[in-house]
T-cell receptor, first 116, second 112 residues
């Protein structure tokens, strides 16, 4: 069964600290993995995308890693800021060039709270 | 570009009422989808479209209808609202490769 599991479910950290969010998946076939940031009351926004051949991708203070062998990904946030408070969603796609709406598998998200 | 827009932002319905959630995108994307987001669950696909005139069902289509008469618009209709349809609804459009989804701001629906 295709599944995406994220941990922890929620996390509270002090401003300026680093944190790492985890994503494990059993989706097959694998096309790519995206991390989205969802601010409260808003729609998700893409942070990074990783394909099978990539194992690290950075976007500012966000660094995503992918281990396609163990089917695990992580999102590392460096020097956290109050604006990082949001839900972070891991999405795995089985798309192979032909779009089908059913190709995306969503994790339940990690709720991150950054406190002063 | 406005991206993906949704209206209304909030809506309260009584059981049995019908309504249409509007979604529009100005990126000329062929692919569009509707999701619902419930606490403790990942986004679940309701319906999707691969182009004007073409729609298909997702994971949780019961109680919802869609149509796609233009590339820009993809409305979602609730035929007879039920409390189980209380949720946050997101519309998304996908880039030509179908990989990255661009989400609207959501509609928070409460059915009493």
């Amino acid at each position: 069964k295709n599944q995406v599991e994220q941990s922890p479910q929620s996390l509270i950290i002090l401003e300026g600290k680093n944190c790492t969010l985890q994503c494990n998946y059993t989706v097959s076939p694998f096309s790519n993995l995206r991390w989205y940031k969802q601010d409260t009351g808003r729609g998700p926004v893409s942070l990074t995308i990783m394909t099978f051949s990539e194992n690290t991708k950075s976007n500012g203070r966000y660094t995503a890693t992918l281990d396609a062998d163990t089917k695990q990904s992580s999102l590392h946030i460096t020097a956290s800021q109050l604006s990082d408070s949001a839900s972070y969603i891991c999405v795995v796609s089985t798309g192979e060039g032909n779009y089908t709406g059913n190709q995306f598998y969503f994790g339940t998200g990690t709720s991150l709270t950054v406190i002063p | 570009n406005a991206g993906v827009t949704q209206t209304p932002k909030f809506q309260v319905l009584k059981t049995g009422q019908s309504m249409t959630l509007q979604c529009a995108q100005d990126m000329n994307h062929e692919y569009m989808s509707w999701y619902r987001q419930d606490p403790g669950m990942g986004l679940r696909l309701i319906h999707y479209s691969v182009g004007a005139g073409i729609t298909d069902q997702g994971e949780v289509p019961n109680g919802y209808n869609v149509s796609r008469s233009t590339t820009e618009d993809f409305p979602l209709r609730l035929l007879s609202a039920a409390p189980s349809q209380t949720s946050v609804y997101f519309c998304a459009s996908s880039d030509p490769e179908g990989d990255e989804q661009f989400f609207g701001p959501g509609t928070r629906l409460t059915v009493l």
